[in-house]
């Protein structure tokens, strides 16, 4: 295999070209990315950023790297379209021919059918951070549409630089889909206390000039507004070219589409779970970074490890990082240890365990994770301390 295409030129794509020379691949890497910028960490978007404004701590790698690894970096070029059969993307009038080629094109804002939408701010890219960074200067009230990560780590931020803030959320519970009801819970009460004010149960209903209007009928004003409300994968690409998609690009566990020319990773793959066998789609830094080592792996050495690793995430929001080792389901079991520490339970084995500002417990839980499945008896029997599963 003489030429690796990589398409999508974030954190996962990147990570892919770095790992393919560090595994000692000598064809050509050709990296294509539709923004302007060199390959940059999202995370601080919505957290240091927002104060900061230095867009150049937030580069992955220099524009010497790309020079030095021999690595061809497009920036500002969208792929359009891939000729499964000659095995080229077009770009444009302009074309990269592949032996291999790995899809990494993340996802974009979900914008929900609200009316006035327009009005409102997105936070996904650098230029988005860069319009509201800029928006904040002059605001004193923000609303955020959406409970999420994303909206909350605004919020906090927002909210430490003495705005008015309001978290509109349609669940019955901030970061439903993520957390325990127990962590919800604290995370609530933590905004609240520092003077944010949050709707649950309560969507925005429209976005106006001067607020939005939730649906229970209330106005709130605001100088900006903030969709924070989920994405989507960027799969359309890969559908039109007949790859199979369902809420991403479906893979198997080793990260190949049915077309073994052709990998897919980050944010826009569905991938089996190594733990359920059913399909999740990750949203985070850990599983855009080791899907890239996996798919590197495979195509230099040729031999084929299943991906496996135990998915985490993190969150900052005021003086609190939140971290979550393993997968839970919204509906787990929860048992909230004297510390805090949250261990989720499915099916009774534990599932995920949630901490906040507490790193040994959450690389103790990583490791329990990795090994074999620990049931909840086993847990219970020494009263929940993850440095005793063996
Ligand atoms: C504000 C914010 C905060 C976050 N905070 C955290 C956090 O605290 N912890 C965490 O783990 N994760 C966090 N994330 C998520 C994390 O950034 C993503 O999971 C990660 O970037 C996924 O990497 P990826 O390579 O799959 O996609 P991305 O990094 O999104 O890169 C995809 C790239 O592909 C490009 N692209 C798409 N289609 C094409 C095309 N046709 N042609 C060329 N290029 C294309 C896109 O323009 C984009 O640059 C955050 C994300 C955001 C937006």
Known sequence: MDRIVIVGAGQGGLQAAISLRAEGFEGSIVLIGAEQHLPYQRPPLSKAFLKDGEARKLQIRPATFFERKDITLHTGVEVERIDRTDRVVWAGKESFAYDHLILATGTRNLRPPIPGLHHALDLRTLNDAQALRQALTAARSS????????????????????????VAEAASRLMSRAVSPEMSARFLAKHRDAGTVVHLDNPVHSVTGEGVVLADGSQISADTVLLAAGVV?????????????????????????????????????????????LPIRLESVQAATDHAKTIAA?????????????????????????????????????????????????????SAV???????????????????????EQMAAVNYDLAAVK
């Open 233 to 277: 994968p960027n799969t359309e690409l890969a559908a039109a070219a007949g790859l199979l998609v369902d809420n991403g690009i479906v893979v198997n566990e080793y990260l190949l589409t049915h077309d073994d020319s052709i990998s897919a990773m980050g944010d826009c793959a569905v991938f089996p779970n190594p733990v359920t066998g």
């Open 298 to 350: 495979r195509l230099v050495s040729s031999t084929h490890t299943a991906y496996a690793a135990v998915p985490w995430f993190w969150s900052d929001q005021s003086d609190w990082k939140l971290q979550i080792a393993g997968l839970a389901a919204s509906d787990d079991d929860s048992v909230m240890r004297e510390d805090g520490a949250v261990l989720r339970f499915a099916n009774n084995h534990l």
């Open 354 to 376: 949630e901490t906040i500002n507490d790193a040994r417990t959450h690389l103790q839980a990583r490791k329990a994770l990795a090994g074999a499945l620990v049931s909840r």
């Open 143 to 166: 609303v955020v549409i959406g409970g999420g990560f994303i909206g909350l780590e605004f919020a906090a931020v927002a909210r430490s630089m003495g705005h008015d803030v309001c």
